[in-house]
């Protein structure tokens, strides 16, 4: 591994500590999974950041200006919508690309739908959970 990426992985350990400091903090965050390249391990330099965050009122979470207070060299990149996920992206100073996507609890209710199903079967790494990314966890591993 170069020593450019383990610089990269190191700062985006901290970043995750930050999110995972900020969601215990909001009542109305109820999980943070960090999901594909980065929640297993095989991330490169180009790869993104994909956070997953279940709240009760996800809309107000996507358009608040938390994510650059914790981070202020946050760049805002695009908003997109995926069902009912709603995508902010971000780059920071470094060229790191956070993906931060928002949706209620109901993403994780089991049975798993196809699209969660896939998002955590490619690899995922519970930063924050009230309950239901435990309960959506377990169903991945059991139907394997």
Do not use: C
Not at 15 to 39: I, M, N
Not at 109 to 114: F, M, Q, T, W, Y
């Amino acid at each position: 591994m170069s020593a450019r990426l383990k610089g990269r992985r190191r700062a985006v350990n901290a970043l995750l500590v930050e999110v995972a400091r900020w969601a215990d903090e909001h009542d109305g965050v109820k999980a943070v999974v960090l999901v594909r390249s980065y929640a297993h391990g095989k991330e490169r330099m180009a790869s993104d950041l994909d956070l997953m965050i279940l709240a009760e009122n996800p809309e107000a979470l996507a358009n608040e200006g938390w994510f650059v207070q914790i981070r202020p060299d946050a760049h805002f990149v695009r908003a997109a919508s995926w069902g009912p996920v709603r995508e902010r992206r971000f780059r920071l100073r470094s060229g790191l690309l956070v993906e931060l996507n928002f949706a209620t609890e109901s993403w994780a209710d089991v049975p798993l739908d196809g699209g969660t199903r896939r998002v955590l079967e490619d690899g995922h790494r519970v930063l924050y959970d009230t309950g239901p990314l435990r309960v959506a966890a377990s169903a991945v591993r059991t139907d394997r």
